[in-house]
C-alpha cells in the first residue's frame, strides 16, 4: 500500500493513540516551519518524539516523515537568511572568443539577519569546510549575487529522474553553495523537487488549488526546436525555456502554459498539433503530453495544464472558432491523458470561489487539471476549465512589469471571477522593434526580471500569488519560495 494512503487511514486512528499522533505532528510541523523560514532548529529534537521501542506502522510512518523532514533540513540549512543557486540565463562572452553557458549563480538574502556573512562559495558537494570551495566571493551587502565562471554543465537529472520515475524528495543537481565566516553558517544546493506535493501531502493537502503557490512555465513547449528545417537549441526570440516538459516536472513545474497550432499539411492527424511560439512551430505537441502521462502515471502529483493561445489554424478567417480542429485537440488530449483529468463539472466549485482542494483531486485520482482560452469551446465542452486569467503586463520595461504585477496580484483573483486560479506573468514582452533591431533576447530579459521574481514572490506578492509563469525558470528561486509558501498557507488554515 502506498504510504500516502496509509497517512490517510491513520488518520481514522487518532483517537486510539492521540497523544503520539499529536506529538508526532507538533514536531514535524516545527521542524518544517523552521525549513520554511529557513531558520535552523536542533536536530537532536527528533530522535527523541520516536518510542524507541515502536515498532508498529504507526511508528514506521513517524520515521518517515521525520526522515524526509530531516533530508530536507540538511539540503537547505542557515541560522538566518538564505543563499541559493541559480543558472545565468544569458550566455557569457569569454576571452579569445570562448562562451560560457549556465554559469551558476550565487544569490544570498541575509536582510534581517544580525550577522551578515563574509564570504559565500560554490562547492562540488555538500560544503563542510572553506577549503573544499570552487569559488570563494567576499560578501558586502545584506543581499544580492554573483555570475561564478562555473558552468552548471551538461544538464542532467539526479534520482535516476533522468529517464524515467525515480526517488522520491527533493535531491541535490551536483552545485552546492555556502555562506558563512570561519564556519559555514548557511548551506543550500540546486535541486530538483519531483515529489514536492507529495512530499508535503500531510500539510497542504487542504489547501484548495486556488489558494497554493505554484512555479510555471510560460510558453513552456518553446525549449529546442524539433521541427524538419531546424533543431537549434537556442534562438534569441523564440525559445522561452531550456528544459523539457519533463525536466521541467522533476525540478517542481506544476503549471505549463502552452501555446498549441494546427498544420493541416501533414496526413497523420495527431502530427498536426504543435506548440508554437506564435507563429512559429517549435515542437509537435503529442510527445509532450506523453511525457505528461508518464509523471502523472507514476507520481501523486497535480499538474495544471492550460491550452491559453491558439495562434494557428483554430480560427476561421472571421475568428469563429474552427470546430473539427479544437475537437481534433480535445480528442487528442483526453485519449493522452484522459484517466487523469479531473472533470471542471465534477470538480469546479462555483465562480468566485477558490476551486477543489488538492486533497480531492488526489483521493479521486484525476489529478489533472486542464484549463482552455475559449469560452464558447468550454461552453459546449464543460467537462473543461474556464479561461485561467493571465497577469500579462504586456511590456518590455521590467519596472512597469513590476509595478502592473504589484498591482494586479494584490487584487486578484476577482470576486467573480470563474477560474479558481491565475497565473501572473513574470516577463516581459520584447516589442516588434525589438525583434527587427536585434535588441536584446529573451534570455536577456528573463535575467532582467528573474532575481526580482524570486524576492517579490517571498515578499509582496507573498499573500496573493497563485501560479508564477516565468520564462527560463533555473534563473529565479521560484519552485523552492513557492513550495515553502505554500506550506506557509496550509498553517494557516
Ligand atoms: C543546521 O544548522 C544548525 C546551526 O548551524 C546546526 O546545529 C544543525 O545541525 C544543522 N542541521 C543540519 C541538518 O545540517
Ligand atoms: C531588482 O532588484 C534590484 C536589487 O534589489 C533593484 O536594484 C532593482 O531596481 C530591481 N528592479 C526592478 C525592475 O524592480
Redesign the pocket.
Known sequence: MQWRKNAEYDRGLVVREPRCEMAVSWYAVVLLAATVLGASIALSMVPYSVPPSDTTLKSSRIIRTLKRVSEKQALENSTCGRVWLTVHSPEIRQNAGRRLLDALELNWDFNGCSNVPRQIGLFESRPSSWANALEIHQVNSA?GFVVTEVSLGEATLPGAWLTGPGQKGPQCLWPWIAAGDNEIQAHNCLKIQPTWMEDHANQINRLRIGELALAGTHNAGAWRFNTEISTVARDSFVLCQDRSIWAQLVHGIRYFDFRIAYYEFYTNEDDRYWLNHNLIRVRPLLPLLREIRTFLDSTKEVIFLDAHHFPVGFYQQDGTPNRAVHNGLLDLVRRELGPHMADARVFGTGAGTRGPTLQSLIDAEKRLVFSYVDNAIVADNNWLWPVLPHLWANTNS??EL?QYLDQAITVSPQPHARSPMHSAMAQTTPTVLDILFLRGSLRDNADA?N??VT?RLASRWRQHANIISSDFFLGNDVVDVSIALTVERAGRL
Open positions: 543581499d521590467p519596472v513590476f526580471v532575481r526580482n524576492a
